[in-house]
Every structure is written in structure tokens, then in C-alpha cells.
């Protein structure tokens, strides 16, 4: 646009020139010096154009990149911005995982490409501010020097200039903060401007509202070699026994491209074995020293000051004290936060592991964590940077294989905190008494694995510990200097199985947290009464059957509570108390608790409460309340309890389990006969049970339940995704069969994805078909162990689409009377269902592809074949009267997995298979080549054609069809 504009302003001054001559215009020594002017501005301009544009196709130094991701990353940029008028892209990743290598590429490609207008590189320096990096953008665009002090006025011709060029791609390189592009000068709201950032940091894509985010990976091990060899420069030079030390070095450098490349170059012209083992050693013990790699880390170590607030930054580091490649469980990690006070200055656990959870976020947006599946995890490399920071404070040895506790040597007076978890440790040097007086956190965990005594000398000079973790340990008793640990905050000894004696803990005032859950030995804990600071104690599972009375009253501040049995009086002051665990004497006991904390401020979040009552089912009737603030209820033999609805709406309730309900008929609504009162206590009428929050349902052993939902409930279930009925004799549907749906309502069940069934031998079919609007995400069932269910999905018409049924995924065991009739089925599972004689029954009423099954199992003329497009897998085992898939062909082009064992009776296969090639037959198993030969299949050729193909396996007659398919256990 600016070239053009310029050869514009030279043809005008060209058409100017010859009318100097004429009589009507200025003096001609006037008109002469303007005109002067006028070129020589015109030539520094097209000095300026020409010099800039020859600067602009100088390409950036590219380094080498390998791997199938790096193309991959590459190849989605580009396309997204060539398909893009205009953009914001984030790029984002770990330092040293190659976001700037794979830019310099891309800005290269489009250097080359003359569509894609210009091309900006401009890197952001950690301590920018607005000035420089305008300064930097000037630079790029080759203006002259804007304003010195002017920030809008700067702005301004920075947006002008933008404007003016029209098309542009602006790469800024390494951003470390987020900024207002608009105040700084980037018009990114104009058409043709494309806007590519890269950063550590997920958080800052979203702060610059990126509209897309691209993560750049590790290399994964075979490229990560591939690239070390690139820079090391010669395969030849290195015999067999250091190429597999170099796997190893490899390995360690955990896919980093920058610690590939820097580890390749240190180690260039390195022949003998001891300079390579010397290397992976010091890798493997992050014991860097002055080499290249120590480069590295600092490099690293960037994102760690970044992270600015200390407290963060502590808890960064607490992640390093866990062994290499753990996968850590994100509660884990937020308890060891607060056990060390650097979340603990909240004055409630919910807002402990709010701030945990949002801390953990931010680490991971910062790609110093590993999100896997809920688990955190640090890169290798980046935990080294964690320890190399830590080192002159610390010794950190977890799941080194480590025997002995390190000598005495290593425990200097500038040691803070000591991981040893995970280890073997046998043994304890006799009198070993390390003076650490800044020594807070002590990390032992599972580490003790033998009958091991610790030395009284050992913790008589580590005044200053805060946290102990000897959980998992195989300790008989511990020595008695821990009573003296004054400044200690948090007493970890989970799952101590063979300790029996715990010293008296009454000098230990500052402690907060005493977990001896699993210690199942001890008996008794001397001095709880006088932690008048606890705030969580956790005594389930240990010989403590009930705290001493009184002790519970001098412990007003527990947040948590774990204890075998309480008083419900005494439970009922602990103001404090957001966590419990326990069981109650009766029924009386736990509902006076559940009265007052009706009153409370503050919600328990998590109960596991079994009330104990009478279990002949004559007990007194009295009602059974539950916190309607509880998230999670599991209850075993409420026997007095013959409908849910009548413990009140729990409205945030989102897991029940439900067992040994002696009594229960119903879940909610009325049932299908009188309303029956086991106590003939005066009838009432149930309230409507409002669970809006569940997700989760499992009901087992209650021997006359019957239905799930009674009549006309006045129910909805928005996030139920799971039901699991088990073992619940007398059970006969999920509903009533005489309640049908109110017409033009909206799903009942929206979100429910899975229903489970198993010994409930009174259950023929698992849903009506009215019901099934109701229940348009369901994906997975699963019957077990039913003898006379019959229908999946009963009474199906002939009105129904096939879009209605929604299921993919069937298993089907024990069930003696089943047959299928699910077309959008795309796994068939049955097992051992010994009376079932025919798998899919035809029989409609006269809609070609009905599946419909009615008892008697009447075949239908109308019809020549049934569709199931999406069955892909087959597996029938142990069915001795099974005679027929199906009376006639069942067309199911997507079949990859076909499985046929222990079906004596069963001759005919009537599945449409495509014969053109072998990869289009699935994997096929029958059993024995005998029952190879009686088999009968639609298609007159399939059994020549097939035995071309087939393999003899021991007992087993197997195809292999396509390449891809997966033979599947059964």
C-alpha cells in the first residue's frame, strides 16, 4: 500500500513539472524550490520502502526441528492462518519446548508467500513496558523515532501505519504479561491483521483473548533420539554398549528440545563409556553443576519467577518433593499446602482447597504442572529446576531405592525441608541426632518397610518441624522426643498397621492436624484433650472405639472428624466442624446433630454416616434426617425407611448409595398399591423427592423394592448420568407400568448415560418404551444375572423412530429369557444366558427393520432383513440353547468383532459380510474347526471364500479380517 502510494505522489509531481513553464503560475524560483523539496522527500521515502522491503525478506535462522508433532503444530498454524482474515493465536508451552523454533518457521513460510502481506517479528522482553515495546514495533516497521513521551500519541501512529499496509501477520515472540494491544499501537480489530502470540502461559492466551490456543508438546522418545543424534553429529562414533546409555541420557532429558540440543552439543566427540554414564548420572541425581545444562534451568527457572507471589512459588516447589514422574492426586498435594501454612491463613477447609484448586490452576497454566485426569504432574526437567532451586535448603531423595537414612553429614543447619518417601529404609544410624533447627517439613512416607526403630536421639534437635509424614511406615512405636516437638503442625501416621503406642501428645499445643486413621493397633491416644488447636483429627479404622467424654468439648476447633462412634450432643457443639465421619448410636443421636447444624453457617460438605437402628423392622419409626446441604450419602440398613421421599428434597445431593434397606418399595412417588407404613404409624402422603443435583445412583440388597419412581411423580433428574439396581429381588421396573409420561414434558432423565441391572430375577424389561424420550443420551446398558427379563425396551410400536433408541453399548449375562431388539447398538456382549434360543426377534408390525420382541418369539413373514449399521462388535459365550441370530439377514456393514463360543445349537450365521477383500472382513472366532464346518452363512461363497482365510489356533478357529480390529477378551 505505502509502495503504491509512493509511485502515486511521483506521477503527480511528474505532471506538475512542465506547468512551471506557463505564464499562470508562481515565480519560477519559487515554484523550483518547492518543487525540489517535494523529490528529495520522494527519494528518502523510495530509499526507505526499498531498503525496508529487502530487509523483510531476510529470513530468521531456523533451527532444526523432527517429529511428526512439529509438522503437525506447524501445519495447524499455518492453516489457521491462512484461513483466517483475521486472528489472535496463542501458542503456548513449557520453556525449551520449541514455541519460538516452530514461529521462526512459520514466519519464514510466509516470507516466501507474497499473499500474505507483511510479516512482523517482535519479541517482548520479560521487563517491558509500553514505551520499549512500541519502540520495537517501530524498529520493525522502519518509522522514523515517534514522541518521547506521548504513549497515545505514539499509539496513534502505530495504528495509522498499520492501517495503511493492510495486510499483516504480527509474531510477538516470548510474552510474559498480558498488555492492551490498542495501547500499545496494534490495531488487531482491523481486517488483515493477524496477531500470533507465543508464552508459558495458558493464562496470558486468555487474557489476550486468543481465539484459539495451540499447546506445544515434549517430543516423545523416538523423536527426542532423533534429534539428539541431528545435533550430535555422528551415529558412527558410538558403540553399542553407549548407544544405550544415550537412550537413557535421552530419556532424561524427558523430550525437551532444549535440553535434547544441549545435551547433543556438550556431549560432541565424547568416545569413551565413562564420559556418557558420568553424564546420565548427573542427570538422573539433577546434580548439574556448571555445565551446559545448568544453562538450562536457569532458562526454566524464568517461569518460576514469574509466578511472583512466594506462597505460590512454595507450593511449586512442595510438588517437587514427590518422586519423579508421580502422578499426585491434586487433594494430596492441597493437604500438604496446608499442612506446611501456605494456604493455612483461611479460616475454613472449603476455602483451604478453593485457593489450593485455584493455585494448582495457575501453576498448571503457567506449564509447570501436568493435568492428568485430575492427577498432577511434574516434567522431569522441571521438577530438576524445582530441586536445583531448593538444593542448598533441602535433601530430596524420594523413590530413589534409597537403604539407609542419609549420614548425618548431609543435615546441615540450613536444611529446610527433607523428602525421603517412597524409599526402602532398613535402618537408622544408633544415635543419629541431626541439628536442623530450621528443618519444618520431614517426608517419610512409606518409606519404613521393616520392623525399624527410630532413635529417641533423632528428633531431639529438629526443635523446629512442623510437618511429620510417617505414614505407611512398618513402625511398633515411635520415639518418645516427638512428644517434645513443640513447633509441630501436622502429625501424619495413615496406615501405620503394625504401630500399637503413640506418646503422649499434650506438649505438641501448636498441632492442627492428627491423622492416625488405619493404625488399626492403637488403642489409645494420651493427651488428645489438650490440642486445643486441632483442626482435624481422623481416628477411623484404629482400636479407638469412642473418644473419653469430655474430650470432644475441649476440641472446638476441628474443621474434620474421623472417629469410630460419637455422642450426638457432643458432635453438636463443634461450631467449627465442616467434615465428619462417624457413626451414631441411633437414630435419636444423629438427627439431634442434623438439627443443629440446620442452624449452622457453615455446611458440611462430605458425610459418611451410618445411623444404627433396629433391624427387625419394628423399630420406633421415628423419621430419619439428612443435611440437606450433603453432597454424598452412602446408607446401610435404614430399615425404618419404605420411601426416600420422605427424608425432604436434598436438593445438592449428587452420589446415593443406598444398601440393605430392608423396607424400601420405592425411591420416590406412590407406590403401585396402598401406601404401606411398616410402623402403622398414620399414613402421609410422600413429598416429591427434588434431587436436582444427582449424578450418581447405586441401590443394592433391599428385597422389596419394586420401582424406582412410584406413581405420578412429580420428578426430574437433569443430571443423573448413572443407575446401578444390584441384587434387589422383588424389583420389576424402573417405573411404575401403569405411570405413563406427561405428554410435551421435557426429559426426565437428560443426562443419564448408563444403567447397570443385575440379580434382580423379577425384572422383564429394563424401561418401557413411552419412557424412552426420556432418556435420549442413554449409551451403555448392562444386565446381569436377570432370569426373566425378556425385552430391554418393552412394548416397542411401530410408530417409534429409530432414532429413539439411543444405546451403543449392551452386555448381557445370565439372563435366560433376553433376546435384543436394539438398532443402534454398537457392541453386543451376552454371557452364559442358558435358556435364550434366539438373539434378535424379527417380528414388527410390519415396519421394515423392526425390532420389536414380544415373549413369544413368533417370527414375521414381512419381513426380509433387519439393519443394525452400527454393530461393530459380536460376542456370544456359553449360550447352549441359542439355535438363531436371527430368522432372517441382519445387514451390519460396520461389523469389525465377531465372536462365537460354546453355542452348540447354533448353525446359521446370518450376517451380510463384504467379500470383495480380506480387509473388509472383521476378526472372526469360532470354536474348533468342527463347529467351523456346520456353520451356515447367508452368502453362498462366504464359507469357500473364508477358508482361504482362516487360522487354526489350539482349540480355536480364528479370521483375521481387518488390520486394525482388536481381538477383545470375553
Known sequence: MEVANWLANVEKLRNDCPEATSEDCLPPQELVDILLHEVEDLMRQGTRLFEAREIKVKELLENKMVGEAFWRNTSGILEYLVGNHKCRLGIYGMGGVGKTTIMVHIQNKLLKEANYGDVLWITVSKDFNTQTLQDAIAEELELDKLPKKDVRKRAAMLCHCFKKRGKSTVILDDVWESFDLKEVGIPIESNGIKLVLTTRSFKVCNQMQCEKMIKIEPLSHIEAESLFFEEFGSKVALNLDNKTVVKSIVKECAGLPLAVITVARSMRGAADAFQWTDCLEKLRESDMGQTDMEKVLK????????????????????????????????????????????????????????????????LEDACLLENHEGKMKMHDLIRDMALHIMSATSIVKAGKWLRMIP???????????????????????????????????????????????????????????????????????????????VNLTALLLRGCHKLHRIPHLGKLRSLRKLDISFCVRVEALEGLEMLVNLRYLDMIATRVERLPKGTLGALLSLQYLGVRQVNGEEIAKLWALETLICCFDNVDDFNKFVRVDCERSVNILRSTVSAKGESNGSGSGIRILIPQDVRNLKAWCCDGVTNLSDMGPLEKLEEIQIRFWSNLRVLCGGQDEEVIDIHDSPTRTPTPLLLRSLKDLEISYCPKLKYLIGHEPKFSLPHLQRIRILFCAEMVGMTVAATSPPLYAPPAFPSLKEIKVERCNKMKRVVE????????NMRRIEVRSCDDMEEIIGGLSSYMSVEEISPEWLLVERCHELPLHLQNLQTIQVFGCEGMAELISETGQGQEGSVTTPVNNTPSSSQSSISLLELNSLYLHNLPQLKSLCEVSITCNSMKNLVVIGCPKLNRIPVELQLRDIEDLPYIEVEGEEKWKTLIWDHPDAQAYLQSHLVFNGSRCILEGRRNSCELSI
Open 407 to 485: 549420614p548425618e553429614e548431609h543435615w546441615t543447619d540450613a536444611l529446610e525441608k527433607v523428602s525421603l518417601m517412597g524409599n526402602y529404609i532398613e535402618e537408622f544410624s544408633l544415635n543419629m541426632s541431626p541439628n536442623c533447627p530450621k528443618l519444618s517439613t520431614f517426608l517419610l512416607n512409606t518409606s519404613l518397610l521393616r520392623d525399624l526403630f527410630i532413635p529417641d536421639s533423632f528428633f531431639k534437635h529438629l526443635w523446629g518441624l512442623k510437618v511429620l509424614d510417617l505414614s505407611g511406615c512398618r513402625l511398633r512405636e515411635l520415639p518418645d522426643s516427638i512428644s517434645d516437638l
Open 299 to 362: 532458562k526454566l527457572e524464568f517461569s518460576y519467577n514469574y509466578l511472583g507471589d512466594h506462597a505460590i512459588q512454595q507450593c511449586f516447589l512442595s510438588c517437587a518433593l514427590y518422586p519423579e514422574d508421580e502422578l499426585i492426586d491434586k487433594f494430596k498435594l492441597i493437604e500438604l499446602f496446608i499442612d506446611q501454612g501456605l494456604i493455612g491463613q483461611l479460616n475454613t477447609r472449603e476455602k483451604q482447597y478453593a485457593r489450593g484448586l485455584a493455585i494448582l490452576n495457575e
Open 769 to 776: 418404551s413411552e419412557w424412552l424420550p426420556h432418556f435420549p
